[in-house]
Nanobody, 125 residues
């Protein structure tokens, strides 16, 4: 059974940076596409970005493109979300996800099989 555990959340001033980590266990990490999602209070969970199983393809929501980047380390079975130039609207609980479903469906939450418990990111203005 795949387990995902996020870490690295916290409070950061607007304009600052933060890196989230997601440790994967219980499955074959190298065969998994990995994703990041977020949910702010009173809002639906939204797609942030994803990286394919080989690490050669990434996709980002327009709201974070150019500020956030995703990478993966197969030696550590870990995926990272580097967040720069943080804004107040980036504050949310961030979730890591994993799937072996086709890459084409990555922006739909139903395509993702496993989810982490979430990491809180707060941005002070």
């Amino acid at each position: 059974q795949v387990q995902l555990r996020e870490s690295g959340g916290g409070l950061v001033p607007a304009g600052g940076s933060l890196r989230l980590s997601c440790a994967h266990s219980g499955g074959t990490f190298i065969r998994m596409h990995m994703g990041w999602w977020r949910q702010a209070p009173g809002k639906e969970r939204e797609f942030v970005g994803s990286i394919n199983w080989a690490g050669g393809d990434t996709d980002y929501a327009d709201s974070v493109k150019g500020r956030f980047s995703i990478s993966r380390d197969s030696a550590k079975d870990t995926v990272y979300l580097q967040m720069n130039s943080l804004k107040a609207e980036d504050a949310a609980v961030y979730y890591c996800s994993a799937t072996r479903a086709p890459w084409a469906g990555r922006r739909g939450s139903q395509a993702w099989d496993s989810w982490g418990q979430g990491a809180q990111v707060a941005v002070s203005s």
